[in-house]
T-cell receptor, first 115, second 113 residues
Framework: EPEVTQTPSHQVTQMGQEVILRCVPISNHLYFYWYRQILGQKVEFLVSFYNNEISEKSEIFDDQFSVERPDGSNFTLKIRSTKLEDSAMYFC?????????????FGEGSRLTVL | GENVEQHPSTLSVQEGDSAVIKCTYSDSASNYFPWYKQELGKRPQLIIDIRSNVGEKKDQRIAVTLNKTAKHFSLHITETQPEDSAVYFCAASPPYNTDKLIFGTGTRLQVFP
């Protein structure tokens, strides 16, 4: 069964460093997302991406965040200068249809720890 | 914007008993309500969903009910088994040309043999 894959599974970084989280969505999917989950809290929407551009972003997704689909298969989330409060599990997801129409498939997450 | 509340935060049941998890939402125009199951260390996976034009949906031991008037929806698991132990998240999809899910805070279900 096709899966969304994410790397790394865990990254530890120093405050102020840049981090790139990578995702390979399911190959025939058109909609791509990043969500995050701070430990013990709810899963929060960060950004959606469709047709090679951001379709929607939350207030969490400020100028420190960016997304890219550089080569037609990878979908990356970059945090330019990490803060302590960026420590969380970051989930990539993809769907064949918009998420209010079709199933969202999640990756297993990348745990980011900012020291 | 849409806000989703979920209760209880933890739920312990004996194997074979039923479990019910409840969610409320704030935007009466939300029209899609999925439930995700997340086993420890694994990815969230869709287990059932319901749309606003339907009041109830069932899939074997799992059912979801939706009360649009009261703006709440519930997950019902009957004949629980130890492998049902996981964190369950409800979600709602706001309308108005949006493409995101708003999740509840999760319910940790433990089924004791």
């Amino acid at each position: 069964e096709p899966e969304v894959t994410q790397t790394p599974s865990h990254q530890v970084t120093q405050m102020g460093q840049e981090v790139i989280l990578r995702c390979v969505p399911i190959s025939n999917h058109l909609y791509f997302y990043w969500y995050r989950q701070i430990l013990g809290q709810k899963v929060e929407f960060l950004v959606s991406f469709y047709n090679n551009e951001i379709s929607e972003k939350s207030e969490i997704f400020d100028d420190q965040f960016s997304v890219e689909r550089p080569d037609g298969s990878n979908f990356t989330l970059k945090i330019r200068s990490t803060k302590l409060e960026d420590s969380a599990m970051y989930f990539c997801a993809s769907s064949a249809l918009a998420s209010n129409t079709g199933e969202l498939f999640f990756g297993e997450g990348s745990r980011l720890t900012v020291l | 914007g849409e806000n989703v509340e979920q209760h209880p935060s933890t739920l312990s049941v004996q194997e074979g008993d039923s479990a019910v998890i409840k969610c409320t939402y704030s935007d009466s125009a939300s029209n899609y309500f999925p439930w995700y199951k997340q086993e420890l260390g694994k990815r969230p996976q869709l287990i059932i969903d319901i749309r606003s034009n339907v009041g109830e949906k069932k899939d074997q031991r799992i059912a979801v009910t939706l009360n649009k008037t009261a703006k709440h929806f519930s997950l019902h698991i009957t004949e629980t088994q130890p492998e049902d132990s996981a964190v369950y998240f409800c979600a709602a999809s706001p309308p108005y040309n949006t493409d995101k899910l708003i999740f509840g805070t999760g319910t940790r279900l433990q089924v004791f043999p």
